[in-house]
């Protein structure tokens, strides 16, 4: 029998893998995503399989840092790569360069994943949109300095009233870091109004471009657009392309404008409006002055109506009582009352007069009948009918004779003149 | 009046109307209003009529301030 070759693992190995890497070289592979693992070194380790069969593969970090959308089991992927053969464990497996979702392109499911990521994180949710404002003084624009879109707006400004201010923040719209354009501008603005005087301050911002294709407009569907539209205090409109693309940055927006123009005369109003509406007010302004002028007049022409009959009626009324109190007044003159004061005395005089002689006479009456009773009364009056008074030594008058002691000098008052004498006896009756 | 802006006109014209129109103001309070309203309206009008077109660019410089530059919208190339 012929000598028998007999390979060595790795020289088997090895040949199956020159066979393979040559037979096949780069190849296009469909299959459904399974055990899918990210390793920390960034590259990614998973299989693709179809209902009867399994193919290891590797998408290195190299590659799969350009995915624009995330790895999921079950979805089912187009791989371009080269087959290899991992020889420390035999396996063969497809290298893979690119991948490309299967049926819808991989933007479209990027953007799909990252609608749902936001969806679900609710920055899309209605209440937080916030009231874009009517007449703003300062509008910020985040656009291409030389887009299309800013053309459009400009038109619109041209055509409707602008007193309000624009301020362009120019930022690249497509390719390379224009989403990181986009969002700095979007947060500029934000700055810029922490700064600004509140009268300088920015209340609406309009974020958009003009119409491209998906790739174009890709820049409006980066997650970090959407967050910073998100976060922005200051409400913004997203214009972005055509009436029917809708990215992300429209979703986030406060308000999504079809277009630029279309963002533009949602915050400038047409001339006409605000003149129609100026009108208005200024004759709602002067009607109701007049209304209230009429009515004024009218409560005047009453007052004076009631006020002169008030008046006319005062009159009487004073003159009644005037005269009345002119009456009065007379009477109380001091002048007039003069004479009746002078009667007044008069007859208090006389009243004097009389009462004072009355009581003189009686007096007089009075003084009559006491003198004459005085004199009745005087001792001396007595004697003239020749009684006598004698008196003591010491001066007392004696009423008994026991009092007085024979040789005693005795005083005799007689109606005419004093006698004195020597008493010889004393006799006491009884 | 200092320099007002039409839309602050508008929004102290429409609070005059109101107070007017309430019927609470007196006689003379009414006729001040009035006077003031009729000021602020001819103030709108010709904001209408002459407002022109205000674009700025904002710049940041290397201090990371802010400026604003005017903008002439000559379709200018971006630096």
Known sequence: MEARHIYKVSEITRDIKVILENTFGQVWVEGEISNFKAHPSGHFYFSLKDESALLAAVMFARANKELKFKLEDGQKVICFGNIGVYEPRGQYQLVIEKMEPQGVGSLQLALEQLKAKLEKEGLFDPQHKRQIPYLPRNIGLVTSGSGAALKDILKVLERRFNDAHIILNSVRVQGEGAKEEIAQAVNDFNLFNRQARPEDRIEVMIVGRGGGSIEDLWAFNEEIVARAIYNSAIPVISAVGHERDWTIADLVADLRAATPSAAAEQVIPRKEDLSQRLDELTERLINSFLEMAVNCKEEIEQFIRRLSLGVAHIWELNNSSFSALLKKLNLLNPVALLPRHQEKIFSLARQIYIQADHSLKIRQAEFLKFSSRLSDLNPLNILNRGYSVTFGSDGAVIKEAKSIKPGAMIQTRVHKGEIFSKVTEVKQDG | ?79
């Open chain 2, 1 to 79: 009046m200092a320099e007002i802006k039409f839309e602050e006109a508008m929004k102290k014209l429409e609070k005059i109307v109101e107070d007017l129109e309430s019927g609470e103001l007196s006689l003379d309070e009414a006729l001040k209003k009035y006077q003031e309203g009729i000021e602020l309206s001819r103030l709108a009008n010709q904001k209408l009529e002459s407002a022109k077109k205000k674009i700025d660019l904002l710049v940041k410089n290397k201090k990371g301030e802010f400026e604003l530059k005017p903008f002439e919208d000559s379709g200018q190339k971006e630096e």
